[in-house]
């Protein structure tokens, strides 16, 4: 049995668990790579690794290191800031710094907010971009893309009242 007054190593919690923080950017990390319809295979492939790291990283079992979210953010084509964007207080608070100094401020210049609150998070968002983007005609996915923000700025059928009035 790990002892829970053991000081946290390499990263991960006092009682050797992967850090949430390391649990959160592989979590971003699988979102990315779904959203870009890719495998673990083609995505460890564009970065020299093999799937089971791929997988390692994404569970957060291995920690990625600097350079490796450099080549990540790289291949993915998003900025290196979207891996940590969305982290919820509790887990930005789990950081190796607060562990070894439990006193420490947490300086957040934004709030975050609850990480299963994020629509990104969702299967039905994740298949709904990925079916945009598979739309060969441009033009029509232009046309789609209007419609769901006319729809969406719609007083009426944004308004649950209205909706209930005309049942």
């Given at each position: 049995m790990k002892s829970i007054s053991r000081k946290a190593s390499?990263?991960?919690t006092p009682l050797g668990?992967?850090?949430p923080i390391d649990i959160h950017v592989g979590n971003r990390i699988r979102m990315r790579r779904n959203l870009l319809g890719w495998s673990q295979e083609k995505l460890g492939d564009l970065l020299g690794l093999t799937f089971q790291q791929i997988q390692k990283y994404e569970k957060g079992l291995n920690r990625v290191?600097?350079?490796r979210?450099?080549?990540f953010s790289v291949?993915?084509?998003?900025?290196?800031s979207f891996f940590y964007e969305d982290m919820d207080k509790s887990v930005a608070m789990q950081s190796p710094r607060m562990f070894s100094n439990p006193t420490a401020d947490l300086s957040l210049n934004?709030?975050?907010?609850v990480f299963n609150a994020d629509p990104m998070q969702k299967k039905e968002t994740l298949e709904l971009v990925r079916a945009y983007y598979k739309i060969s005609n441009r033009q029509v996915a232009k046309y789609i893309y209007d419609l769901v923000?006319?729809?969406?700025?719609?007083?009426y059928l944004n308004n649950k009242e209205e909706l209930k009035k005309d049942k």
């Open positions: 390499r990263g991960r668990e992967p850090n290191s600097a350079s979210l450099w080549d291949v993915m084509e998003t900025p290196i934004e709030d975050l907010e923000i006319a729809m969406s700025k719609s007083p």
